[in-house]
């Protein structure tokens, strides 16, 4: 999980409810990004920032807000417009501010609403 | 329809026993591929890295392979530990995108 932290591990919340998850790294990459990974479907990109105070729409963006304050913290907002929230959530960087490099991977959090 | 497709979805194999994981890809232009391991629960960890010009590469006991004529990479696990259950994951790099694939699981009894 290299220096990728992500928390909590497990978080529960009720339907309508927003939500923030937490991604924190001291690999000082450039670029992060947040997947969403679904039971038997490939890793979906969310949201991704290149540099500081810049993010970018990934291919589920709906429901879901960032912001990228620091370079090293990439939170995620799930929002009550998320239709379907609950799913397992990976938070990425890479050295360069492309979408391409390597990416290292934090251990993830599973979001749980109901 | 996804470009990267991987075969089997699952598969069961003995402690001890070798594996080959598949992996079929559309993605064009094609600048690498890489495998990743995911425990469960855990975020992934690469395993290796393919380009274009490369045919095989070792990893330990990991093994992956590409032919970049027929678009296609295999990833091999030789005398499987039962550490080495966990899903493996397809990823190719193309135009400033990853395409992934939804990964090939793998449980290893004793």
């Known amino acids: 999980d290299g220096g990728i932290t992500q928390s909590p591990k497990y978080l529960f919340r009720k339907e309508g409810q927003n939500v923030t998850l937490s991604c924190e790294q001291n690999l000082n990459h450039d670029a992060m990004y947040w997947y969403r990974q679904d039971p038997g479907q490939g890793l979906r990109l969310i949201y991704y920032?290149?540099?500081?105070?810049?993010?970018q729409k990934g291919d589920i963006a709906e429901g879901y807000s960032v912001s990228r304050e620091k370079k090293e913290s990439f939170p995620l907002t799930v929002t009550s417009a998320q239709k379907n929230p609950t799913a397992f959530y990976l938070c990425a960087s890479s050295p360069f501010g492309d979408r391409v490099s390597e990416q290292y991977f934090g251990p993830g959090t599973r979001l749980t609403v109901t | 329809k996804n470009q990267v497709e991987q075969s089997p979805q699952s598969l069961i194999i003995l402690e001890g026993k070798n594996c080959t994981l598949q992996c079929n890809y559309t993605v064009s232009p094609f600048s690498n591929l890489r495998w990743y391991k995911q425990d469960t629960g855990r975020g992934p960890v690469s395993l290796t890295i393919m380009t274009f010009s490369e045919n095989t590469k070792s990893n330990g006991r990991y093994t992956a392979t590409l032919d970049a004529d027929t678009k296609q990479s295999s990833l091999h696990i030789t005398a499987s530990q039962l550490s080495d259950s966990a899903s493996y994951i397809c990823?190719?790099?193309?135009?400033?995108?990853?395409?992934f694939g939804k990964g090939n699981q793998v449980v290893v009894i004793p």
């Open positions: 990823v190719v790099k193309g135009n400033n995108r990853l395409a």
């Open positions: 920032s290149q540099i500081v105070n810049d993010f």
